[in-house]
């Protein structure tokens, strides 16, 4: 399976890809809820929720082991006339043919990293999307495990502490 699908999520592609340096620096922010942010920018018009992992763990073999990684964030972004859109950058280029692996609540949904970018990972499809916003929306607590191209597992827990209202601001930003 390789993600995105559609003209309109390579695009968002191509968008996100500048989304973590825009989640640190932007002047767009519209909104800080507890371990959430809320961004709007873009013509046309985005808008998108983002937290960091609040713990990392890395391994392999079973082993931690310390490895360099780039920008880990979990993201929800909405566009005029569409509803949240989960994506996850690791940081590093996921392994060929992988998934990853979303749990909340002990309720786990598949993303899948997408071949042209190597390291993001998206939902299969806008009704899990819905599915996976409203257990999130229900959780205290986000794990996303995925491994690397180099054999290394990682897993990154978000809270979810401000995580409803993060997302609320987001789709009304982007419904004006």
């Known amino acids: 399976m390789t993600f995105p699908k559609s003209g309109l999520a390579a695009a968002a592609v191509a968008a996100l890809l500048a989304l973590p340096a825009l989640a ?36 392999k073999g079973g082993k931690a082991v310390s490895v360099s990684r780039g920008d880990i964030r979990l993201f929800i972004t909405y566009r005029a006339g569409t509803k949240g859109e989960i994506s996850f950058s690791g940081g590093y280029p996921f392994a060929p043919g992988s998934k990853v692996s979303l749990d909340v609540g002990g309720t786990a949904f598949d993303l899948y990293p997408d071949a042209s970018t190597k390291d993001w990972a998206w939902s299969g499809s806008p009704d899990d999307d819905a599915k996976i916003i409203a257990a999130l929306k229900a959780g205290q607590s986000a794990t996303v495990t995925a491994h690397s191209a180099k054999g290394t597992q990682t897993k990154d827990t978000f809270s979810l502490a401000g995580f409803s209202a993060a997302v609320d601001e987001a789709a009304k930003q982007c419904a004006k």
């Open 24 to 59: 640190e620096t932007s002047t767009n922010r519209v909104a800080t809820n507890t371990a959430w942010s809320t961004f709007v920018d873009g013509t046309p018009k985005q808008c998108w929720s983002v937290s960091a992992p609040t713990e990392t763990v890395n391994t």
